[in-house]
Each structure stands twice: as C-alpha cells, then as structure tokens.
C-alpha cells in the first residue's frame, strides 16, 4: 500500500524556518518524482517544489525560489522540505504526492500526481 506522512509543520513567525518531511512507503521510491504541494483557505491548491528521485534534479515554483529547498534521504524514504524567510503567504495546509508515472520528469500540476499524503498545517505569524 502506497502510503505518504507528512510531519514538521506548526506556527512560526515571519522570517523563520520549518522542514517539513514526507515518509514513503509502499512503492519503489527512487522511481518517482515527490512534490510538495500547499492550499491556503479559499484558494486552489498549487504546487510548490518537486524533486526527481530518479536523478536528483529539482524545479520550483518562482514564489518560493531561493526560499525553499527540497531534498531527499534514500535511507529513510522521506523527501523533505526547507523553508526559510517564511511570510504569511506561505500560510497553507502542506501536501506531499507521488507522480503519478515512474521515471518521468519534473512537473507541478496537481492533476499528474496519484497518491497524496493527508496534509500538514503550516502558519505563518506577521
């Protein structure tokens, strides 16, 4: 069963750092693009960072470049996310999903992902 956990999210203050992980299991993990997604209340779930466990790269949203780092721990199947220089726009439930085809690239689109985790609150306080 292909399962995704996300954990590290909570409150912090504009400015700070979080890392949030994602545990996976039940799947060939080093086949499959993660990415992270995020919904804010009222708002379309949008897609944040991705990385491709296949071959390293990663790609990001222009709204968390050079803020956010993705990265990926293949003892622990667990992808995690930086994030630095928090804002309150950053305020959102945090997802992380599966691709949903082995060995493709890198892509944000919420459509092209199966499996998703249950998500995680993230707050950022102004």
């Known amino acids: 069963e292909v399962q995704l956990v996300e954990s590290g999210g909570g409150l912090v203050q504009a400015g700070g750092s979080l890392r949030l992980s994602c545990k996976a299991s039940?799947?060939?993990?080093?086949?499959?693009?993660i990415g992270w997604f995020r919904q804010a209340p009222g708002k379309e779930r949008e897609g944040v960072a991705c990385i491709s466990n296949n071959d390293g790269e990663s790609f990001y949203a222009n709204s968390v470049k050079d803020r956010f780092t993705i990265s990926t721990n293949f003892v622990e199947n667990t992808v995690y996310l930086q994030m630095n220089s928090l804002k309150p726009e950053d305020t959102a439930v945090y997802y992380c999903a599966r691709r949903n085809i082995p060995l493709l690239g890198m892509i944000l689109h919420r459509r092209d992902y199966d499996y998703w985790g249950q998500g995680i609150q993230v707050t950022v306080s102004s």
């Open positions: 039940g799947f060939t993990f080093d086949r499959y693009v």
